[in-house]
């Protein structure tokens, strides 16, 4: 008998939903859903098991749509968005691993672990994850926001950068703020963590004192930064975004 679960079926980048809230994703077994083939097994989600898979477009009697990753949120909450992340994130470390890095043979998914193995040189890849960094930096009641060139017209946000080799995440955190706008930090503070997948970050956030130094964006990764007051914010990302997250909890602390 074919169990039943809920299934991530993920066409051109987007994912197939049905519904809303908890029936958000299908429900169904292998067969009702086309058997789609390279199943992988992300978890559980309502107390089902939780399978993701790449399909060429959505099944014969399915009634849904194919649903940006990012709209997931929207539509279906942080825990659908979560789980979400985590099945796009493995199907494109599935689909990216195919062949050996190393002598170019094809590979082989281990059965009881996210792990693709080399038959032939035994070179084992796990999936795996960017970690970044963002730094909201205050001064005296006021935060510091920049803005990228591809950002929304009009939109600030924190400084963020990604961890080098070798680099702690202090180390990258001070690194980001003095290349992206010339200034030094002190009292680094962690904020809380975000698996971010696209593709595949862990943004690490942070709140950092100003120490020293003049303003000065560099120009390229940032075209333009300044000290805001809590009442005076420019536009600001989505609240999916830990970015938002962490001007909000800044802005509810300063308030008098």
Not at 103 to 132: H, I, N, Q, S
Not at 198 to 205: E, K
């Amino acid at each position: 008998m074919e169990e039943i679960g809920y299934w991530l079926l993920r066409s051109e980048g987007s994912l197939l939903t049905v519904g809303s809230g908890e029936d958000l994703f299908p429900r169904g077994s292998p067969t009702d859903l086309g058997n789609p083939g390279e199943a992988l097994l992300i978890g559980h989600w309502r107390g089902q098991p939780c399978y993701a898979a790449e399909i060429d477009g959505p099944p014969a009697g399915i009634a849904g749509e194919l649903t940006p990753l990012r709209r997931i949120f929207s539509v279906g909450g942080a825990e659908a968005f979560a789980l979400a992340g985590r099945a796009s994130q493995l199907l494109d470390w599935q689909r990216n691993h195919r062949h050996c890095g190393a002598c170019g043979a094809p590979t082989e998914r281990k059965p009881d672990e996210f792990a693709m193995v080399c038959p032939a040189c035994e070179l084992t890849v796990y999936p795996r994850l960017t970690p970044a960094v963002m730094v909201l930096v205050l001064r005296e009641g006021r935060l510091l926001l920049a803005r990228g060139p591809h950002f929304v017209p009009g939109m600030f946000s924190a400084l963020a950068g990604f961890v080098e080799a070798g680099e702690t995440l202090e180390q990258c955190a001070a690194r980001e703020v003095r290349e992206e706008v010339g200034i030094e930090i002190t009292r680094l503070r962690y904020f809380r963590s975000q698996s971010w997948p696209f593709p595949n970050s862990l943004m690490v956030a942070f709140f950092a004192d100003y120490a020293a130094g003049t303003l000065q964006p560099d120009r390229r990764e940032i075209e333009a930064a300044d000290w805001f007051s809590p009442s005076a914010l420019p536009d600001l990302p989505g609240r999916l975004s830990i970015a938002r997250q962490l001007i909000d909890t800044a802005c509810q602390e300063l308030q008098p």
